[in-house]
């Protein structure tokens, strides 16, 4: 009696797994046709020349179903033709974070960013290029780095025969672990420790402190890039490119990780 309760207790939870997977099958493909859709039409909303409702839907999309690349540079060009260049900046930004090496999306920011009036933060050449890889392609070629290490290390534990041919290949995969892990180092401290806001409104208004009323500190233009120094509720602290330090409220920049 035993031994039957228990084979058929075992075969319903089969069947329950197997109905809980196609379920779970169905529901992703439900969502990825419902987001499909919805690009679609906001593809077709930008082909009409419709710009504004183009980048509602795209931003519909964003904040409902996740980023990805090709939404947030579709984003960023229709709310360029919309006139919002600091909105345009914001998705070019987040979408560099996905894709550094996108030829079409470099070219597309580098464009929006000098039609902005202003001084605005101009990223180093250093890193520029230490962001050439995203964040997760540089923490994948560090672990490699370092597993091709530990074992060369370890062959020549094994194989002392081996220890003096391998002595030069392990002192370069010594350097490229090195090199490899300060980069993965510089790039995470400037992603999550170097924020950047971005003007999105039209003029955004800098205080001396983190008050509707305190004394106006200076102003910035639509597009215009700071460097986060501070935060406080919903005010940022951030200096522009010319050094002037200010707070903003957050419903007039957007504030975004550094790259």
């Known amino acids: 009696m035993n031994h039957w309760f228990f084979k058929h207790m075992v075969s319903g939870q ?21 987001v499909g859709a919805d690009f679609s039409a906001a593809n077709d909303l930008y082909a009409k020349g419709k710009f504004p409702e183009a980048a509602a839907a795209y931003e519909n999309i964003l904040q409902n179903r996740g980023q990805s690349a090709s939404l947030l540079f579709n984003c960023g060009n229709a709310e360029f033709k919309s006139g919002h260049l ?3 900046i914001a998705a070019y930004r987040q979408a560099e974070l996905l894709t550094p090496q996108d030829p079409e999306l470099r070219a597309n920011l580098a464009f929006v960013r000098t039609q902005v009036q202003g001084a605005t ?60 892990c300060a980069i993965l180092g510089l790039q995470a401290a400037s992603h999550f420790n170097s924020p950047v806001a971005v003007v999105t409104v039209g003029q955004a ?55």
Not at 209 to 235: C, I, N, Y
């Open 86 to 88: 600091g909105k345009a």
């Open 121 to 180: 933060l101009r990223d180093s050449r250093w890193r520029n290029w230490i962001s050439s890889l995203t964040l997760n392609e540089e923490a994948v070629l560090a672990a490699v780095m370092v597993w091709a290490l530990f074992g060369l290390l370890t062959a020549r534990q094994l194989r002392p025969a081996l220890a003096a041919r391998l002595r030069g290949v392990t002192r370069l995969v010594l350097a490229l672990t090195v090199f490899s």
């Open 14 to 34: 089969r069947r329950f797994g197997v109905v809980m997977l196609v379920t779970f099958s169905c529901l992703v493909k439900a969502l990825a046709a419902d």
């Open 205 to 259: 208004t800098a205080r001396t402190g983190p008050l509707d009323d305190a004394q106006v500190a200076f102003t910035a233009r639509d597009g215009v890039e700071m460097r986060v120094l501070d935060r406080h509720d919903d005010w940022v602290q951030a200096a522009d490119g010319a050094g002037k330090i200010g707070w903003f409220s957050t419903k007039q920049v957007q504030v975004l990780p550094g790259a």
